[in-house]
């Protein structure tokens, strides 16, 4: 299980090792290899084998861990049509044991001491060995390469040994994002839960509506910003310039939901031609906010649900007033009475904890949680939101 827990963590670590140098880098896993890195074509620039052992000791020229990555390897370059040497991807075995001087493990190694040549030859010598059987079919697999193959495929070979073992991975963590040590705890562990949720869309296979195909540094970095941001404020930039909307583009918003709740608590046009600024501005600025990596979508949500909960607790104590005989003309004065209160209560919510939002922002953005309301968990204006949503979707089903 820790292997599995170190997997994950161990990519989160390296995609935070390159993001000050290359935020552009993105990371998968579990496609061709444990762990890949994409930087910005179809080829990914590296494969790379995690192997966690508790006890780190000494790395084994026999042993399965190296062997089995070896033919993992071989398989997954035979997938990408065996790149030539100026797209061969670098093959990469980060482990917590240790290379013993003079085994192939130690001439592999980043450094002065790297010797392709001799780690090559010794390789060789080892796969050519009797034994033992655990890893014959392994050994067989390099062995069956050509000889310019073999020289290629060992060129790309990177052994990182003595790699921290998980419960040392914090530290490391921290420090590749630049983590003060006073807030060390608090932001990994916003950030790792996050990451958590990440991995999952990752790894997922059987429903594509919930799978990632990468995630790059750049949206690592500005989910460290968002979870900075609750130590130290951080104003998300506003990009749009507030306008008039047109005619045209008023009337183009006219059969969504977001217009028909508005109607609903008798809003007149003018009114409503307002209100669509919020929601048409705060939509193109949200979407840039994503776009350009300034909120992840976690971030977002997050915000949304923040707003979501104003609605409710302002929907609750105004309905509660109602009596069950109350009128269609009381409904739609409470319901103005929920819109107006929720508008004031989000205008003042930060986009991010600890920042600040212009008002337009949040009264668009609740409006675009009203266009995709649940009819049982709103938000809605309406008292009678609710069978008034369902209606309305039973009519266009018609």
């Not at 290899?33 to 080829?43: K, L, N, Q, V, Y």
């Not at 001087?101 to 090559?120: H, M, S």
């Not at 047109?246 to 031609?273: F, H, N, S």
């Not at 949680?369 to 649940?374: E, G, I, R, S």
């Amino acid at each position: 299980m820790i292997g599995y827990l170190y997997q994950c963590e161990l990519a989160l670590l390296e995609l935070a090792e390159r993001s000050w140098d290359n935020p552009a880098a993105e990371v998968r896993m579990e496609v061709l290899d444990d762990i890949e890195f994409m930087h910005g074509s179809g080829t990914p620039a590296e494969l790379l084998q995690s192997k966690h052992r508790g006890e780190a000791g000494q790395l084994s020229e026999t042993g399965k861990d190296f062997w089995r990555s070896v033919a993992s390897w071989v398989d997954a370059l035979n997938k990408l049509g065996n790149p030539g040497a100026e797209s061969m991807p670098l093959l990469r075995l980060v482990t917590t044991q240790v290379a013993a001087e003079g085994t192939f493990y130690y001439q592999l190694r980043r450094g002065a001491q790297r010797d392709v040549p001799a780690a090559l030859a010794r390789m060789e010598q080892v796969a050519d060995a009797d034994g033992p059987q655990t890893t014959a079919e392994e050994r067989k697999m390099f062995l069956e390469l050509s000889p310019s193959r073999r020289y290629q495929f060992v060129d790309a070979l990177v052994i990182s040994d003595g790699s921290p073992v998980m419960s040392d991975l914090d530290p490391s963590l921290a420090k590749a994002l630049g983590i003060r040590v006073n807030q060390q705890d608090a932001v990994l562990d916003q950030i790792k839960g996050w990451w958590y949720r990440v991995a999952v869309q990752l790894l997922e296979r059987k429903d594509p509506t919930r799978q990632r195909a990468s995630v790059s540094a750049q949206e690592l970095l500005c989910r460290l910003d968002e979870v900075g941001d609750q130590f130290a404020g951080e104003n998300l930039p506003i990009t749009e310039a507030l306008r008039r909307l047109t005619e045209a583009e008023v009337a183009a918003y006219d059969g969504d939901l977001v217009v028909a709740q508005m109607r609903w608590i008798g809003l007149k046009d003018r009114a409503i031609a307002t209100y669509l600024r919020d929601y048409h501005h705060a939509r193109a600025q949200r979407s840039e906010w994503l776009r350009t990596f300034k909120i992840t979508e976690q971030g977002l949500e997050d915000y949304e649900q923040r707003l979501w909960d104003e609605w409710d607790h302002i929907f609750v104590d105004l309905i509660d007033d109602l009596d069950v005989d109350s009128d269609e003309a009381d409904k739609r004065s409470v319901g103005k009475n929920v819109l107006s209160k929720t508008m004031d209560k989000v205008a003042d919510e930060p986009a991010r904890l600890g920042s600040s939002t212009v008002g337009w922002v949040g009264r668009g953005t609740m409006h675009s949680l009203a266009d995709h309301a649940d009819s049982d968990e709103g938000p809605g204006w309406h008292p009678d939101f609710s069978s008034l949503c369902q209606d309305r979707a039973n009519e266009r089903e018609k």
